[in-house]
């Protein structure tokens, strides 16, 4: 099945696609949990490396939680928009803990420093124009033409 603009539902030919895939999921949660164990392993009991992995494994299984919830719920009710927000806030939780992992361990020039700071806060401005900002702009379109 296949939404096309108009938001209507349409089998794909041979009835593949469109599908969620559990299979696709289970393995991508287990690499993700295998890959988080090996960097704590590694991480030789420092501290900071181990917040930031746990910190980072929690954000991506809410985000994805939130996604698949997002992508069911009602379109225009309540539950959706707290959805969108909590989807654009981990975003930008996840997107300014690198950029913090990025300072900590590149050890970087104040210019550089503050390009990266730069690059995150654009990334999370960016982030949420396109999420909360996207129905005003073609109200205000359609209102032009």
Same mark, same amino acid.
């Given at each position: 099945?296949?939404?096309?603009?108009? @938001?209507?539902?349409?089998?794909?030919?041979?009835?593949?696609?469109?599908?969620?895939?559990?299979?696709?999921?289970?393995? =991508? &949660?287990?690499?993700?949990?295998?890959n988080s164990v090996m960097a704590? #392993?590694?991480?030789?009991?420092?501290?900071?490396?181990? %917040? &930031?992995?746990?910190?980072? #494994?929690?954000?991506? !299984?809410?985000?994805?939680?939130?996604?698949?919830? #997002?992508s069911r719920a009602a379109a225009?009710?309540?539950?959706?928009?707290?959805?969108? %927000?909590?989807?654009?806030?981990?975003?930008?939780?996840?997107?300014?803990? &690198?950029?913090? =992992?990025?300072?900590?361990?590149?050890?970087?020039?104040?210019? !550089?420093?503050?390009?990266?700071?730069?690059? %995150?806060?654009?990334?999370?401005? @960016?982030?949420?124009?396109?999420?909360?900002?996207?129905?005003? #702009?073609?109200?205000?379109?359609? &209102?032009? !033409?």
């Amino acid at each position: 099945m296949a939404r096309d603009a108009a @938001g209507t539902v349409e089998r794909l030919p041979g009835g593949v696609g469109g599908a969620f895939s559990w299979v696709y999921a289970a393995v =991508m &949660f287990v690499l993700l949990t295998l890959n988080s164990v090996m960097a704590v #392993y590694h991480s030789k009991g420092d501290a900071a490396i181990v %917040a &930031f992995v746990a910190t980072t #494994y929690a954000d991506l !299984v809410l985000l994805f939680c939130c996604l698949w919830l #997002y992508s069911r719920a009602a379109a225009g009710s309540a539950w959706r928009n707290r959805l969108k %927000a909590s989807v654009w806030t981990l975003t930008t939780l996840l997107t300014f803990s &690198f950029a913090y =992992m990025v300072m900590g361990t590149a050890g970087l020039t104040l210019p !550089v420093a503050l390009l990266v700071w730069f690059i %995150a806060a654009a990334t999370g401005i @960016g982030a949420f124009s396109a999420f909360f900002e996207q129905g005003r #702009y073609k109200a205000v379109a359609s &209102f032009l !033409v």
